[in-house]
């Protein structure tokens, strides 16, 4: 399995880093792989800030508030559109909110690392066709995989 993931750096607010960067990489391919994904895969991820990700939801969820992450998934019940370039599976894009992550790190008391890491593994579970809006039960399950994933990159809760 292959991971592509194409990261569009849409803001000024913060520096995204080569590091960052190669940690959004690995949280995604770490996600697909501990969901036992088989094939190649593709995923863009647009990081903005917290004026833009507000925009995106208000014009696709009709909720006029800046988010942390916002996920697109192209695939439904476990079926996804094929590149025909690459023959590899289009997962769907995500929009994570550098400010808001940065928020939310400096709250949590942890590093930007661990909260883009948990946003972008939260993201891809999504894209993957996991929900939390529907129940107590569903948010359970995703949130007991989220952490999962996050002591396999080594981020897990101090």
Known sequence: MSVKVAIYDKQKKMKITADLRRLIRKACAATLKAEGFKGDAEIDVSIVDDDVIREINRECRNIDSATDVLS???????????????????????????????????????????????????????????????????????????EQIMKILNLERD
């Open 72 to 146: 697109f998934p192209l695939g439904d019940g476990g079926v996804y559109d094929v590149d025909p370039a690459t023959g590899a599976y289009m997962l769907g894009d995500m929009v994570l909110s550098a400010e808001h992550a940065a928020v939310q790190a400096q709250l949590y008391g942890h590093g930007i690392e661990r909260e883009t890491a948990y946003l972008t593994v939260h993201s891809v579970l999504h894209l993957l066709g996991y929900d939390h809006v529907h129940g107590d039960a569903e948010k359970a399950v995703m949130r007991e995989k989220e």
